[in-house]
């Protein structure tokens, strides 16, 4: 695993920790266990499932899936502190390959203002924490937090301490998203050229994408001799995000002959991952999001559509299907049955077992009398609306609502919260108004709405309409999403997921117990 000059980069997805660390994209634990099982299967070469010491809930969604995942190496994020590493290290410990990230801020701002020590104190620590990692498992990444603003020098300090006391990545952050591809590029060179036991590690990119520049800043790393990239599946991450694994990926795949860098992603799976942490954060996909946005194969104008007639590669340098995008799309109405029900959900990336299948089966049958003709995007709205629902705690069971000019508009809600049925009445200022008074009376609870967002899922006034909500419960936030015909009803579902995200976040041990980074 030393050698730079090989062309195999390691992919390093932080999706379920620097994803989720960012506000409204937290995940419940079996979201997250979904998650980190479509990672495995997306052949990720390490995962960092979070940060152990931050909470019990981030403790113990690491352990498990430290022990569930078959194929990548399961990481843990460490501040440079011993509680840190010993927490991060019995969070890992069952992992086939364990591993314990450690990381300490080494530009001047930060050093002096965000951890207020000197230098020497920071070197001394760098050596402190990774050792005692080493002590603990065989694989250690070190980070210097906003790297691309560390003076060249003491960068070099830093990372030859790092790897003297045992380090075997070395990740060079750009935290705050500032660096160029050029910068960054020369930034490895120089590193790699410096520090004189720069070949016993693998050094990393982790790029943020504050000026637009995560993913190009990246591939510009691999080629200063990077051979690990950090990424999370949509690019999901702190503030602008982080850079994005499928664009990553499909660079690499689709220009190799410039980028003659291999991996082990199965790209046919990215369209589902996506999907995936699109509906567990709530974080919509942006429809022109390169790769995985719903007009990245899209062809609308005219001549756009005459070239892909006489021949797709005038307008198309990948195919849909290289990412898990069917072109061979069956189209489902009421007449379709379960047989074309199943195969469909088979192509969207979806096996939901005899149960689940029957429970999606009946609620499509129920759109499909409603709805002429329905889309992908209805079923993947609606499975997911379903997967969501089947393991919360309070759920919609029905809902009829007064609206109109008269008012006060009014709602008559009936819920089911652990087993039992409970109807209230409510009135507000408007319909959705009355719903959210109607739950907050069912269910008193004190977290805040920050967001109420309505989107249609396909064009026509018969589309699903899909809702997201986010409720802020102290320092977290916790975001629902519902799809329905009727956008009272998905507003109501959208809500009450995004309570039960509340639950379940304080039962498993509150709101992170560390401050941001
Ligand atoms: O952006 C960053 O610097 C980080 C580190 C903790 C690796 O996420
Ligand atoms: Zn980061």
Redesign the pocket.
């Known amino acids: 695993m030393t050698d730079q000059n090989n062309d195999r980069v390691f992919i390093f997805d ?1 999706t379920l ?2 994803g989720e ?1 960012c506000p409204g994209a937290s995940m419940t634990f079996e979201e997250k266990l979904e998650v980190a099982d479509v990672l495995d299967a997306l052949g990720v070469d390490i995962m960092e499932a979070g940060f152990p010491i931050a909470s019990q809930g981030d403790f113990e969604s690491v352990s498990e899936i430290a022990r569930r995942v078959k194929n990548a190496s399961v990481a843990g ?1 460490s501040r440079a502190q011993a509680k840190d590493i010993d927490r991060c290290a019995e969070a890992v410990k069952h992992a086939r390959i364990p591993r314990i ?1 450690t ?1 300490i801020s080494t530009s001047p701002v930060h050093m002096r203002y965000k951890l207020q020590m000197e230098p020497a104190k920071v070197l001394e620590l760098i050596a402190s924490s990774v050792s005692r990692a080493r002590n603990h498992v065989e694989f250690v990444e070190w ?1 210097a ?3 691309t603003r560390t003076e060249p020098d003491f960068l070099c300090r830093a990372v030859e301490t790092a790897i003297n006391a045992g380090a075997t990545t070395i ?1 060079i ?4 998203g500032y660096t160029t591809p050029d910068e960054y590029r020369a930034l490895f060179e120089m590193v790699r050229a410096r520090v004189p036991n720069a070949d016993k590690a693998i050094f990393s990119v ?1 790029c ?1 994408n504050d000026l637009g520049l995560a993913v190009a800043n990246s591939i510009a790393g691999v080629r200063g001799g990077a051979r690990q990239i ?1 990424c999370t599946i949509n690019g999901i ?2 503030r602008a995000g ?1 850079a994005a694994l499928e664009e990553i990926v499909m660079a690499l795949k689709t220009r190799a002959d410039v980028l003659p860098f291999t991996n082990r992603i199965e790209t046919t799976l990215l369209n589902r991952a996506s999907k995936l942490v699109s509906a567990v954060t709530s974080f919509p996909v942006q429809y022109n999001k390169s790769i995985v946005g719903r007009n990245a194969f899209a062809h609308e104008s005219g001549i756009h559509q005459d070239g892909m007639l006489k021949n797709a590669h005038t307008y198309e340098i990948m195919t849909p299907e290289s990412v898990g995008v069917s072109k061979t799309s069956l189209v489902m109405g009421k007449h379709s049955g379960r047989h074309a029900f199943k195969e469909k959900l088979k192509e969207l990336g979806y096996d939901l077992g005899d149960n689940g299948l029957e429970v999606a089966f009946t609620r499509f049958k129920d759109l499909a009398d409603r709805k002429k003709i329905v889309y992908d995007e209805d079923i993947v709205a609606l499975v997911d609306d379903e997967i969501a629902n089947a393991r919360e705690r309070i759920r919609v069971v029905a809902l009829s609502v007064m609206a109109g000019t008269k008012a006060p508009q009014s709602a008559a809600l009936t819920l089911e919260i652990d087993g039992e049925q409970k109807t209230q009445q409510a009135t507000g200022n408007g319909p959705v108004d009355a719903i959210f008074n109607a739950i907050r009376a069912l269910v008193p609870h004190d977290a805040k709405l920050q967001l109420f967002q309505v989107h249609a899922v396909t064009e026509g006034t018969d589309a699903q309409a899909e809702v997201s909500v986010r409720l802020s419960d102290g320092d977290a936030v916790s975001a629902g999403k519902g799809a329905d015909p009727d956008t009272l009803v998905a507003s109501a579902r959208a809500y009450v997921s995004a309570l039960n995200k509340v639950f379940a976040r304080r039962a498993r041990g509150g709101v992170a117990a560390v401050a941001a ?1």
Do not use: A, I, M
């Not at 952050?173 to 705050?176: A, G, R």
């Open positions: 932080t920790r620097d660390q994020l990230h990381f980070s937090e906003d790297g990740n952050p750009d935290t705050v982790h943020h950090e991450g702190e982080n980074l």
